[in-house]
């Protein structure tokens, strides 16, 4: 049976678990706030350079062959894994694991190599003895364009090179803070076409190089930001569901709180009442 | 509205300007191009540089690295992989940016180290310019 001291330690122990997890949802929702606004300013750019691309494949550029829009049947697969960098986030980090293994089950029988972006991703699946092309850990802590430039350029290397016949990536997409999915999605070849484009709105450029020029310079960018902004929202959606778990935690730590000071009271009470009755039948017995 | 021109500059760290403009300069991969309201249709690659506007006479300056240009008519609107304004704090960092790259250069290393070290000169360059510029 526990005693009045053992329930007084549990009730403190609890709170400071409740304070730890209070001041990591506050850090959470600080850098959620700031992964959103950097993927805000990112959308012009990533905007502006659809749109270049659209011209200049309107232009006539259509048809060329570059190395990273060659279409080859899917042999090699490279699979870019963007997951957490740490725990303690609900269950965004397996979401994401068992949409790779899904995406390995439906890839079956082919050479599929991982290249990991964030530690949680590289621990689950080394476990699992999947094949790996490179990992980048620590990147999602903040992340920078830099990164999502170097490597962007080394997919596409390993692409023109004819390492790999297609790169995917799963990553979270941000929904809001309160709804994130992973998904699975074809990186290259890329497809740079506008679905939503109405042709005949285009007005006739003059190129200072020739299309084909532009469109390799544009493609390679192209890239970069689709990267970079699977990056953000996965940084997002992390923060946000670490922000969640949090806050869960710290209520039901609350609620535990609650719970023990009462049992806590109450046998506080019973303790004094019996104490009461053996003075009163005591002061009884002796009169 | 008739003579003037948007400008638009994005780089993927965020939108630097979205303001109307009298003219506007800019470091075309083969030479700085001007561009004046009524300007005919064009795409075209920047290099690193610096890229001059004119709002009601007064000249801004800001520093870019490898881009992308449209001009139309009445819109201009710059891709950067880097664009930034130019102060004295930056102008700093890239004069020891610019120190650590000339180094690198000078002695014998890796291909691909040249590149880099290349493109971080080009850098500092660009943003040393672009100071130089704006002190008149």
Redesign the interface.
């Known amino acids: 049976m526990p005693s009045l001291i053992d329930f007084r330690r549990r009730i403190r122990s609890v709170k400071n678990t409740q304070q730890i997890t209070k001041a990591m949802k506050m850090v959470a929702a600080a850098k959620l706030r700031r992964a959103q606004q950097?993927a805000v300013?990112?959308r012009?750019?990533a905007h502006?350079?659809g749109?270049?691309l659209a011209?200049?494949a309107a232009a006539g550029a259509e048809d060329c062959d570059h190395p990273l829009l060659a279409q080859r049947t899917e042999k090699k697969i490279l699979l870019v894994f963007l997951a957490g960098e740490k725990g303690l986030c609900g269950a965004f980090n397996g979401q994401l694991f068992r949409e790779g293994q899904a995406f390995l089950k439906a890839h079956a029988g082919k050479d599929i190599s991982f290249e990991f972006v964030g530690r949680k991703g590289r621990d689950f699946f080394r476990r699992r003895k999947v094949k790996e092309a490179g990992e980048w850990t620590n990147v999602l802590v903040s992340v920078k364009?830099q990164t999502?430039?170097d490597l962007a350029k080394k997919l596409a290397d390993g692409f023109s090179a004819g390492e790999y016949d297609a790169v995917y990536t799963i990553y979270s997409e941000f929904r809001s803070a309160l709804s994130q999915t992973p998904i699975a999605k074809r990186l290259l070849p890329l497809k740079p076409h506008n679905e939503d484009e109405q042709p005949g709105m285009r007005?006739?450029?003059?190129?200072?190089?020739p299309a084909e020029?532009?469109l390799a310079?544009?493609l390679p960018?192209y890239l970069?930001?689709a990267l970079?902004q699977a990056m953000l929202e996965s940084a997002a959606s992390e923060h946000a569901s670490r922000m969640t778990a949090m806050d869960a935690a710290t209520r039901n730590a609350g609620e535990m709180v609650d719970r023990l000071t009462l049992t806590l009271n109450r046998k506080r009470q019973a303790a004094i009442t019996t104490e009461i009755i053996e003075v009163v039948s005591g002061a009884a017995a002796a009169s | 509205m008739a003579n003037k021109l948007h400008l638009?500059v994005?780089?993927?760290?965020?939108?630097l300007v979205s303001e109307e403009v009298d003219d506007v300069q800019a470091p075309?991969?083969?030479g700085y191009?001007g561009i004046l309201p009524g300007h005919?249709?064009?795409?075209?690659?920047l290099g690193a540089g610096v890229l001059t506007f004119t709002q009601a006479g007064v000249p801004r300056h800001i520093a870019l690295v490898d881009g992308?240009l449209?001009a139309?008519p009445h819109r201009v609107?710059v891709?950067a992989?880097?664009a930034s304004w130019v102060d004295a704090a930056e102008v700093e960092r890239a004069r020891i940016a610019l120190q650590r790259a000339s180094d690198i250069l000078g002695e014998h290393v890796m291909e691909e180290d040249v590149e880099d070290a290349e493109a971080a000169v080009a850098a500092a360059k660009a943003k040393l310019d672009a100071w130089e510029k704006s002190r008149g």
């Open positions: 950097q300013q990112s012009p750019y502006l350079l749109d270049m011209s200049v364009f999502a430039r007005e006739e450029f003059i190129f200072a190089q020029t532009m310079r544009l960018r970069e930001i970079y | 638009e994005a780089s993927p760290e965020g939108s075309a991969s083969d191009i005919a249709p064009l795409l075209t690659e992308f449209e139309q609107r891709l992989s880097s």
